[in-house]
C-alpha cells in the first residue's frame, strides 16, 4: 500500500495525501485487478480483505466496486476518512470514507442491490488498542442497517487485541464462512 504516504503522513499535506490514497485506488483497479483477470481467463469475482489499515482498504474497494469484488472480509478496520484526514473534507476524502458515501447513497442507487448480492464479513475486537476502531465498526454496522444491506458483523471478546496473533485466527474463520455461502 502507500500507506506511509496517505493514511499516515500525518504531518504531510491533507490533499496530497489523499490524491496519494486515489492513485492507489485507482493502479489496483485499473492496472492490478486486469492483470488478475487475464491469468484466470476472465473469469474471477475477487475477494478482498485486510486487517487494521488493510481492512480500511478492503473495505473501501469493495463499497466503492462492488461491481467487481464478490466477498469482503475486513478485520479491526477504521472505516471514516476522518481518522486520517480530521479537519479536511473533499471529494476523495467522501470517496475514500465508506460510512459517509454509503450513508449519503440513494436508497434507490443500483449499488445497494449489488451490495445485497455480495458477502460482507467486518470483524473488531474489543480488547486493547481496538477502541477508535470498534466505534468505527458500529458506526459501519449501523450505516448498513440503516440501508437494509445484510453483512455479517462480528464483535469478538474483551481479550481480542488489535494483533496478529488475533487476525491469524479471524482470517481462516472467516475465509471459510465465505466459502460456505
Known amino acids: 500500500t502507500v500507506d506511509k504516504d496517505s493514511w499516515s503522513d500525518v504531518d504531510g499535506d491533507k490533499k496530497r495525501r489523499i490524491e496519494i490514497q486515489e492513485a492507489y485506488f485507482n ?3 485499473d492496472e492490478a485487478l486486469p492483470i488478475i483477470y487475464d491469468l484466470c481467463g476472465g ?5 478482498v480483505t485486510g486487517c487494521s489499515l488493510g481492512a480500511t482498504h478492503s473495505v473501501i474497494f469493495f463499497f ?5 469484488f464478490d466477498t469482503v472480509i475486513a478485520l479491526s478496520g ?3 476518512a476522518s481518522y486520517g484526514f480530521p479537519m479536511y473534507s473533499d471529494e476523495l476524502t467522501f470517496m475514500n ?14 449499488w445497494i442491490d449489488l451490495y445485497k448480492k455480495r458477502k460482507i ?29 445484510p453483512a455479517y458483523m462480528d ?11 488475533w487476525w491469524k485466527v479471524q482470517l481462516p474463520y472467516f475465509v471459510e464462512k465465505a466459502l460456505a455461502k
Do not use: N
Open 64 to 68: 466503492r466496486r462492488p461491481d467487481i
Open 27 to 29: 493502479y489496483v483497479i
Open 155 to 165: 464483535y469478538w471478546g474483551f481479550d481480542v487485541d488489535h494483533d496478529w496473533c
Open 97 to 110: 470514507s465508506p460510512i459517509d458515501f454509503i450513508r449519503e447513497m440513494a436508497p434507490d442507487h443500483p
Open 121 to 149: 464479513f467486518i470483524c473488531v475486537g474489543q480488547g486493547r488498542w481496538e477502541d477508535e476502531l470498534l466505534e468505527s465498526t458500529r458506526l459501519l454496522d449501523t450505516v448498513l442497517c440503516q440501508k437494509g444491506i
Open 43 to 47: 473469469v474471477v469475482r475477487p475477494y
Open 78 to 80: 477504521l472505516y471514516s
